[in-house]
């Protein structure tokens, strides 16, 4: 059964670098036909795609966030990771990861998700 | 950027009833829309995909239905422990999005 595990700090200062890790366990973060996938929800909010990466590096970005994101896979260690680059208050959220499918050339549904990591930004 | 409007915003029921959830899209998605339960403190689960299809494990009690632009989620009998939010989600086209959810509060 395919889980995944989060990690990361809760905390990060205004200007910095957020930077989260999921590590995928159940299957292998190699196969062709999944991407791997970042959803944010502010507190008491609604969801927001980040954006997903598969495992020769090919990436979809939320255009609204696109410039200041970087998702990256490591196979060895079975993992994807997420860089966003100068936070503010408004990236305060709890940040899942989870696996997105691709059924015939498109992808199919977040599932299963990550724990998730409230990630806070204040110095 | 395809925008998903979800209503009612909150829907107070008791146990037993039925609850119906709507999500409509801004511009068709043929099936592609699926249905998310999120329970307080949990990351959200896949209840049903590409419009009414359901999950693996997920009760027969919900069911979903419709396509194109106007899409509903049916929760025959409420359970305790359908009181959640729901989402809708949608892969017709990038980015993708997700409505702003329905909270099916004990009335």
């Known amino acids: 059964q395919l889980q995944l595990q989060q990690s990361g700090p809760g905390l990060v200062k205004p200007s910095e670098t957020l930077s989260l890790t999921c590590t995928v366990s159940g299957a292998s973060i190699s196969r062709s036909d999944y991407y791997w996938a970042w959803i944010r929800q502010p507190p008491g909010k609604g969801l927001e795609w980040i954006g997903n990466i598969n495992y020769s590096g090919n990436t979809y970005y939320s255009p609204s966030l696109q410039s200041r994101v970087t998702t990256s896979v490591d196979t060895s260690k079975n993992q994807f990771s997420l860089k966003m680059s100068s936070v503010t208050a408004a990236d305060t959220a709890v940040y899942y990861c989870?696996?997105?499918?691709?059924?015939?050339?498109?992808?199919?549904?977040?599932?299963?998700w990550g724990q998730g990591t409230l990630v806070t930004v204040s110095s | 950027e395809i925008v998903l409007t979800q209503s009612p915003a909150t829907l107070s029921l008791s146990p037993g009833e039925r609850a119906t959830l709507s999500c409509r899209a801004s511009q068709s998605l043929s099936s592609y829309l699926a249905w998310y339960q999120q329970k307080p403190g949990q990351a959200p689960r896949l209840l049903i995909y590409d419009a009414s299809n359901r999950a693996t494990g997920i009760p027969a009690r919900f069911s979903g239905s419709g396509s194109g632009t106007d899409f509903t989620l049916t929760i025959s009998s409420l359970e305790p422990e359908d009181f959640a939010v729901y989402f809708c989600q949608q892969r017709s086209d990038w980015p993708l999005t997700f409505g702003g959810g329905t909270k099916v509060e004990i009335k």
């Open positions: 989870a696996r997105l499918p691709v059924v015939a050339g498109r992808v199919n549904w977040f599932d299963p």
